[in-house]
């Protein structure tokens, strides 16, 4: 089985830009979460899903963030317009039913840098 | 709210020493525990996990961690590093009632002397 699938992996953008980071979950998974990572913050939860209705997004940094799942195999995270604080790697992972008890599959990440 | 502390955010052994990396955790209930490595340039992988049980349990790349609840600690150890091992280890509390929502440490980063 393929893992959690990211892109891009890598994009450089300018300030006010909008940026679209996208996420593929493994198969089945019922949670999808976007974390971010920066070396000042640490890994940080923005929003998670839950059978792609968004259960708390109270990570998320502000309005100019947004993430959205229409289907079970898709997300994404939008940030518009982007700013050189939000450069960081981005990071999507799923897990499935709570029965498993919370063990995340994380994707290589998208390294967003913001000039 | 739950929280992870890791107390270390650096340590460097030798290859062949011995390595214990630290977490205390905060959270009222049972917690679910995890530990992560990250290699760099690469996501997080799962190294073990404890639910519930023995308090001693195993994980891959010949990790282990012991629970304490007393200690609110959840400690990862490997007998003998190998220069493969330097990367950063992060610790991590799930909840036990929620959506498997995961509050990570701020991780440990790891240096291996040959």
């Known amino acids: 089985d393929a893992g959690v699938i990211q892109s891009p992996r890598h994009e450089v953008t300018e300030m006010g830009q909008e940026v679209t980071l996208r996420c593929k979950p493994i198969s089945g998974h019922d949670y999808l979460f976007w974390y971010r990572q920066t070396m000042m913050r640490g890994l940080e939860l923005l929003i998670y899903f839950n059978n792609n209705v968004p259960i708390d997004d109270s990570g998320m940094p502000e309005d100019r963030f947004s993430a959205k799942m229409p289907n079970a195999s898709f997300s994404t995270l939008k940030i518009q317009p982007s700013e050189p604080r939000d450069s960081a790697v981005y990071f999507c992972a799923s897990s499935r039913r709570r029965g498993r008890g919370g063990e995340l599959f994380f994707g290589e990440g998208s390294r967003l840098t913001v000039l | 709210a739950q929280s992870v502390t890791q107390p270390d955010i650096h340590i460097t052994v030798s290859e062949g020493a011995s390595l214990e990396l630290r977490c205390n955790y905060s959270y009222g209930a049972t917690p679910y525990l995890f530990w992560y490595v990250q290699s760099p340039g690469q996501g997080l992988q799962l190294l073990l996990k404890?639910?519930?049980?023995?308090?001693l349990v195993q994980g891959i790349k010949g990790f282990e961690a012991e629970f304490k609840r007393s200690q609110s600690s959840f400690n990862l150890r490997k007998p003998s590093v190998h220069w493969s091992d330097a990367a950063e280890y992060f610790c991590a509390v799930g909840e036990t009632g929620g959506y498997n929502k995961l509050i990570f440490g701020a991780g440990t980063r790891l240096a291996v002397h040959p």
């Open positions: 404890y639910f519930s049980g023995d308090t």
